[in-house]
């Protein structure tokens, strides 16, 4: 089995989250939400509250991948300069990411996406192009071996299969 977490903070797409979030579940795959504090996060939409299972400000463990949903929780998530420290290591031990929407930015500060295509939500095809990528729009893009990216809440049905894939 596995080992996943979700990182993510305040502000998160809900479908982002709580698709993949009972999609693992009925796959019985497991998986630890990672925040920075002990609290409920709210989505953007407010259709229900995450509590973190473990904290980043702990010592987390080694994951085989880390999904990133998006909106306002990758911006929210870089406001703690810790957040490069942890994806860089997670990223030097081999981790896989998989993001959606806004979350390929995350990666992109961490200089994780250089000469590669990605896809994400539209607003963020500039960004991403001055860290070095190429921005496709298309729904899911395999952005490396170690790399998936999917394009926004509507492109769910695309991308869910490809994570399942990579979690088997």
């Not at 982002?16 to 996060?41: C, H, Q, S, T």
């Not at 070095?132 to 049905?157: E, K, M, N, Q």
């Amino acid at each position: 089995m596995k080992k996943v977490a979700i990182m993510l903070d305040e502000g998160y797409h809900d479908l982002e989250l709580w698709v993949p979030y009972y999609r693992m579940k009925e796959e019985k795959i497991g998986f630890d939400i990672l925040a920075w504090e002990n609290r409920p996060y709210k989505g953007e939409f407010g259709v229900d509250l995450a509590t973190p299972t473990k904290l980043l400000s702990d010592s987390i463990g080694r994951y085989d991948l880390v999904f990133f949903p998006g909106a306002k929780s990758p911006e929210n998530l870089l406001k703690n300069p810790k957040t490069m420290d942890i994806i860089e290591k997670m990223a030097g031990e081999g981790t896989y990411f998989a993001t959606m929407c806004h979350s390929p930015l995350l990666l992109a500060q961490a200089g994780l996406l250089k000469g590669r295509e990605v896809t994400g939500h539209p607003s963020i095809k500039t960004e991403v192009e001055k860290a070095g990528a190429t921005f496709v729009d298309t729904p899911v893009v395999h952005t490396s071996d170690t790399i998936l990216t999917g394009r926004t809440h509507y492109d769910l049905a695309s991308f869910m299969p490809e994570l399942v894939k990579l979690l088997r």
